[in-house]
């Protein structure tokens, strides 16, 4: 079964600076995808950012990028020039291409943006 | 943007007591799901519905859970008899399609407390 592991469970960064989120995963399959979501306090979870494995170059949306190592199974998460509405619960998660039903997350990263 | 609505977002029921928790899935969406997350601990898949039946289903997702599409709108997760262990955060979610591009939108969530 997919397991996906983030084993930082709070994280602060100083606003502007720059935050590296750490998630590990596991799997049998070569054709996934890996996600990065976040979930502000009492709000709903919303796609950060998406990587296809298939796909060597890391995906980047404006501030957020990722290093995508798929021999290491390794899914970090970087955010640039932080801002303090990026203060929220980070999720990485995985979803099969294969079967693609359901996704497997990880125990979620607290991420503080300190004035 | 259309989003994913979960009603109530906090509800507190005696052990023992039936509990439905209620979505509104974005209106051109087919596929539907339901999470949940222990505090603490990771989101887990609890099962999917498709075409008015259950299309994947967890081994959390025991004779005590059901799912049904009521009308053309809302998605409703029933638990016959709470137990303690069912105090968790609800998250449903749904999908347009099952292509690649095609992915899970997350509703807010319904926190349950079991006294």
């Known amino acids: 079964a997919q397991t996906v592991t983030q084993s930082q469970p709070e994280m602060s960064v100083q606003e502007a600076e720059t935050v590296t989120l750490s998630c590990t995963y596991d799997t049998s399959e070569s054709d996934y995808y890996l996600f990065w979501y976040k979930q502000p306090p009492s709000r709903q979870m919303i796609l950060v950012i998406r990587?296809?494995?298939?796909?060597?170059q890391n995906a980047t949306e404006n501030r957020f990028s990722v290093n995508f190592q798929k021999a290491a199974k390794s899914f970090s998460l970087k955010i640039s020039d932080s801002q303090l509405g990026d203060a929220a619960m980070y999720f990485c998660a995985y979803r099969s291409a294969i079967t693609g039903n359901q996704f497997y997350f990880g125990t979620g990263t607290s991420l503080t943006v300190i004035p | 943007e259309p989003e994913v609505t979960q009603t109530p977002s906090h509800q507190v029921t005696q052990m023992g007591q039936e509990v439905i928790l209620r979505c509104v899935p974005i209106s051109n969406h087919l596929y539907f799901y339901w999470y949940r997350q222990i505090l603490g601990q990771k989101v887990e898949f609890l099962v999917s519905f498709y075409n008015n039946e259950i299309s994947e289903k967890s081994e959390i997702f025991d004779d005590q859970f059901s799912v049904e599409r009521p009308d053309g709108s809302n998605f409703t997760l029933k638990i016959r008899s709470t137990k303690l262990e069912d105090s968790a955060m609800y998250f449903c979610a749904s999908r347009f399609g099952q292509g690649r591009y095609n992915e899970q939108y997350f509703g807010p969530g319904t926190r349950l407390t079991v006294t």
């Open positions: 990587q296809e494995a298939y796909k060597q």
